[in-house]
């Protein structure tokens, strides 16, 4: 049975910074880009960052490139990391990690439970 266990979620003040985790189980993910989606309450679930299996390529959404990075345990690659740094109010969503073909367009075969993370202003 695969899964996808988010942690590392929690409230913090703006100007913050949090760092998620993604321990993915149940299968050997080659070939699959892992990374991670948000949810804010009364929107739509939105891609926020994408690392290759090799950790080489990353892709992000425009809103967080430059204040988010997304990387590979070189040891683990079935693990996944987001540091978030300078967290704003908009940020506030509930976070998914994902697995898939290609998560950039949507191509998603795996998801976690999802973990808060809380921006206070």
């Known amino acids: 049975q695969v899964q996808l266990v988010e942690s590392g979620g929690g409230l913090v003040q703006v100007g913050g910074s949090l760092r998620l985790s993604c321990a993915a189980s149940?299968?050997?993910?080659?070939?699959?880009?892992m990374g991670w989606f948000r949810q804010a309450p009364g929107k739509e679930r939105e891609f926020v960052a994408v690392?290759?299996?090799?950790?080489?390529?990353?892709?992000y959404a425009d809103s967080v490139k430059g204040r988010f990075t997304i990387s590979r345990d070189n040891a683990n690659k079935n693990t996944v990391y987001l540091q978030m740094n300078s967290l704003k109010p908009d940020d506030t969503a509930v976070y998914y990690c994902?697995?898939?073909?290609?998560?950039?367009?949507?191509?998603?075969?795996?998801w976690g439970q999802g973990t808060q993370v809380t921006v206070s202003s």
């Open positions: 994902a697995a898939g073909p290609a998560l950039e367009r949507k191509r998603i075969d795996y």
């Open positions: 149940g299968r050997t993910f080659s070939t699959y880009g």
């Open positions: 690392v290759s299996w090799s950790g080489s390529f990353t892709y």
